[in-house]
């Protein structure tokens, strides 16, 4: 039974959307130009900037006389309300689930925010668990969160996979262990030289059934054909066995 490491915002949940929806709707409401979203976006950084720094920043651009506490209490809250999960993706882990894949989220950042999108989009019924960095005492790509979500799922971290969306901490993370990995690109370009993914993909989807394709031999169907990977034969080594049949 393979370990399967899955990031959580921007892999299985759309943060930048739910970002952008909430942005959209705050700008309305305060009577800014949408011509701002730009910047908000630039401000939010995917969710690195700590949350008082955002809204520090929102109240001097905008001359609000909110209290900070109150627009922190929004970000927070606004993001959550509006992430949903793409039913798709609660399909393809229950796939993963009843193929044997045991579905572990890893995530930096704080413990409420992260299991309040967890809980709020139903996607805690999809994992076997999860590992947020705030209450683990340590952050991607230290590979002891990773070993933190291998013990919470009483699996060896030996034949796991990482999926994500960060160069440095899901597949640099997944790279200091030796682990397979498959980075989602949101249109970037892999610009790091000292390590790469396994995989690249598009999305969510297109990420799990990357990992069902190299685990199962290539013997996935992607688009109803089977898949074959980037520079990688169809003999590989003696460690392929194929992924449990799915019912
Ligand atoms: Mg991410």
């Given amino acids: 039974m393979p370990l399967l490491l899955l ?26 130009p949408r011509a701002e979203l730009d910047w908000l976006l630039d401000v939010d950084a995917d969710g690195l900037t700590n949350r008082w720094d955002v809204a ?18 929004e970000l927070h809250d606004g ?7 793409d039913p798709l993706v609660a399909c393809a882990l229950r796939i993963a689930a009843d193929a044997g894949w045991v579905p572990v ?8 925010q992260q299991e309040a999108k967890i809980r709020h989009t139903g996607l805690d019924r999809y994992l076997a668990d999860w590992v ?27 034949g796991a996979w990482m999926v994500g969306d960060s160069p440095e901490a899901d597949i640099g993370g997944a790279n200091a262990l030796g682990l397979p990995s498959v980075w ?13 993914p396994t995989r690249t993909a598009d999305g969510p989807l297109d990420a799990l059934a990357a990992v069902f394709d190299e685990h199962s031999g290539h013997r996935w169907p992607v688009n109803g054909r089977s898949h074959q ?4 034969g169809p003999d590989r080594g003696p460690e392929r066995h194929q992924v449990g049949r799915i019912r």
């Fill in 56 to 73: 520090e920043a929102i109240k001097d651009r905008y001359r609000l006389r909110t209290p900070s506490i109150d627009l922190v209490e």
């Fill in 184 to 196: 989602l690109h949101r249109g970037r370009r892999w610009s790091e030289p000292r390590y790469a």
């Fill in 229 to 232: 990977g980037h520079d990688r």
């Fill in 7 to 32: 990031d959580l915002d921007n892999t299985l949940l759309d943060r930048a959307g739910a970002f952008q929806v909430w942005a959209t709707d705050f700008l309305t409401r305060i009577g800014a």
């Fill in 132 to 158: 947020i960095s705030e209450e683990a005492g340590v952050s991607k790509p230290n590979p002891r969160i990773f070993a933190i979500a291998a013990e919470r799922a009483r699996m060896r971290l030996n």
């Fill in 105 to 112: 989220a890893v995530s930096n950042g704080a413990t409420r």
């Fill in 79 to 85: 993001i959550v309300e509006r992430t949903r999960l």
